[in-house]
Each structure stands twice: as C-alpha cells, then as structure tokens.
C-alpha cells in the first residue's frame, strides 16, 4: 500500500534551517509528481511546494520562494524540503503527498 513518511522536523530558532525528508513506497514514485503542504494550527492546508517526476519543474507558494528549495531522488523514493531563514509563521505540520495520499507529517517550530 501507499506509505509516505516525513521526518526531520523539530524546534528551531528563527533565522534557522530545517530538511525534512519524506520516504515513499507503495507507488511508482519515479513517475509522479511530488508535493510538500502545511497546516498550522487554525488555518486550512497550504501546498508549499511540488517538483515534477524528473525533478526538472518546481513551484512554490509566494510565502516560501526564496527561501525553501523541493527536490528528490527517484533512485532513494525519496523527496526533500530544505528549509532556510525560518519564521515564526513557518511553524505547521509539513506533510509530503501524492495524488490524495499524504504521510503523516512531522511537526516544525520556529520559536526563539
């Protein structure tokens, strides 16, 4: 079946950096595109970024470009979300997703 593990996340000072990982099977993971979303307490789910099955396209919410970069390696099933220059308001759950599945996620805090 569809498995999707995020980790890495954690308590980390604003200004700081973050790379969460995602561990996929259960899926041709080289042939679909890959998504990284968020949802902070009392707010609805935001995509924050997706890469293309090459990893040749990605997009990113105007509230991140910049400063996160999305990649993957087909090889590994693995995506990745490196976070950089933190915020307070990056604090969500991360979540890495395809089609409607989505793992579980891993918790981040921005927070001196």
């Known amino acids: 079946q569809v498995q999707l593990v995020e980790s890495g996340g954690g308590l980390v000072q604003p200004g700081g950096s973050l790379r969460l990982s995602c561990a996929a099977s259960?899926?041709?993971?080289?042939?679909?595109?890959m998504t990284w979303s968020r949802q902070a307490p009392g707010r609805e789910r935001e995509v924050v970024a997706n890469?293309?099955?090459?990893?040749?396209?990605?997009n990113y919410a105007d509230s991140v470009k910049g400063r996160f970069t999305i990649a993957r390696d087909n090889s590994k099933k693995m995506s990745y979300l490196q976070m950089n220059t933190l915020e307070p308001e990056d604090t969500a759950v991360y979540y890495c997703?395809?089609?409607?599945?989505w793992g579980q996620g891993t918790q981040v805090t921005v927070s001196s």
């Open positions: 259960g899926f041709p993971f080289a042939i679909v595109d």
């Open positions: 997703g395809w089609a409607n599945y």
């Open positions: 890469i293309s099955f090459s990893g040749r396209t990605t």
